[in-house]
């Protein structure tokens, strides 16, 4: 896949989320979100344990649902869902007894754009219920012509992945661009500084890359949904052919328990992209930044 590709996946996950994909380093974020050293699950035959950090954010059943816009046309519609199938793995061996969230995130233009670029992508990712990392990732990626899959296990013990396109030696808790949008909604920024960047390593097509974010602060935005109040956040880019500059993108995820995207927007070469969230059900918590009329 060449540099261009990689980045539109890139943004397509973090547009999938708040992501939306860039968010926290999943073993050095120490200020914000602590990491209890000796808390957690010893697997069998090994001294390892895994890590064992709180979900407040997100539940089974939840959906949230958003719509893209290209300029001031509606160009695609993307899903992320927890799904209710109450993931158990029986293999790779490492990965015995281990619960996980199954997330699902898709993205598909209207049938009117189709014409112009067609897309149907998925990205399914099985989250570790305890640490909060993901021990399965695939990827099934229609764009135009272009077609893409991928499968991988994550092996935090070893500190290794094995998938479909090689093996990697891996960071801690490397996370996936699906991954990382649910392990990012539990930071907590209550006591981030304006200005702070977090960083974090995301597993895509056997590459590890070393991202980073800043939080900008909070700022009430008017949304498709309503008022909400959010936490403003900016992704570094890669500047290419897609991206102006390394700045060009914001996020705003809810400014409650739920840290659920509320908008994503960025300026590219020929044009800009918003992503706006249109609809949500089965929150686990109650939507406290969403402002009354």
């Not at 064992?52 to 939840?62: D, I, R, S, V, Y």
């Not at 927890?82 to 015995?96: G, I, T, W, Y």
């Not at 189709?114 to 990827?139: C, G, H, N, Q, T």
């Given at each position: 896949?060449?540099?261009?590709?990689?980045?539109?996946?890139?943004?397509?996950?973090?547009?999938?989320?708040?992501?939306?994909?860039?968010?926290?380093?999943?073993?050095?974020?120490?200020?914000?979100?602590?990491?209890?050293?000796?808390?957690?699950?010893?697997?069998?035959?090994?001294?390892?344990?895994?890590?064992?950090?709180?979900?407040?954010?997100?539940?089974?059943?939840?959906?949230?649902?958003?719509?893209?816009?290209?300029?001031?046309?509606?160009?695609?519609?993307?899903?992320?869902?927890?799904?209710?199938?109450?993931?158990?793995?029986?293999?790779?061996?490492?990965?015995?007894?281990?619960?996980?969230?199954?997330?699902?995130?898709?993205?598909?233009?209207?049938?009117?754009?189709?014409?112009?670029?067609?897309?149907?992508?998925?990205?399914?990712?099985?989250?570790?219920?305890?640490?909060?990392?993901?021990?399965?990732?695939?990827?099934?990626?229609?764009?135009?012509?272009?077609?893409?899959?991928?499968?991988?296990?994550?092996?935090?013990?070893?500190?290794?992945?094995?998938?479909?396109?090689?093996?990697?030696?891996?960071?801690?808790?490397t996370q996936d661009i699906a991954s990382a949008l649910y392990y990012a909604r539990n930071i907590e920024f209550k006591n981030a500084k304006v200005g702070e960047s977090f960083p974090i390593d995301v597993y895509l097509d056997n590459e590890i890359y070393n991202l980073n974010f800043k939080y900008l602060g909070v700022e009430t935005i008017k949304s498709d949904i309503g008022k909400v109040k959010c936490y403003k956040l900016k992704p570094r880019l890669v500047v290419d052919r897609v991206f102006k500059g390394e700045d060009d993108m914001t996020v705003w995820i809810s400014a409650d328990e739920n840290k659920i995207p509320i908008r994503v927007q960025s300026d590219i070469q020929v044009g800009s992209l918003k992503v706006d969230l249109t609809s949500y059900s089965g929150l686990r918590n109650n939507f406290d930044a969403k402002l009354k009329k």
């Open positions: 896949m060449n540099k261009k590709n990689k980045n539109s996946m890139l943004v397509a996950g973090l547009l999938l989320a708040g992501s939306f994909m860039w968010f926290g380093n999943v073993a050095m974020i120490t200020s914000i979100f602590q990491e209890p050293k000796s808390e957690g699950v010893t697997e069998d035959n090994s001294n390892y344990v895994y890590r064992k950090l709180p979900n407040t954010a997100f539940q089974e059943g939840e959906k949230l649902n958003f719509r893209v816009h290209y300029g001031i046309i509606n160009a695609a519609n993307i899903q992320m869902e927890v799904v209710a199938d109450n993931q158990l793995f029986s293999r790779p061996e490492e990965l015995k007894g281990r619960k996980a969230f199954h997330v699902v995130v898709q993205g598909s233009t209207i049938k009117a754009f189709d014409w112009a670029f067609k897309v149907r992508d998925r990205f399914d990712s099985w989250i570790d219920e305890d640490a909060l990392a993901p021990l399965k990732y695939s990827k099934s990626v229609l764009e135009n012509n272009y077609t893409d899959q991928d499968l991988v296990y994550y092996r935090h013990v070893s500190g290794k992945l094995n998938g479909k396109k090689g093996n990697l030696d891996i960071p801690s808790y």
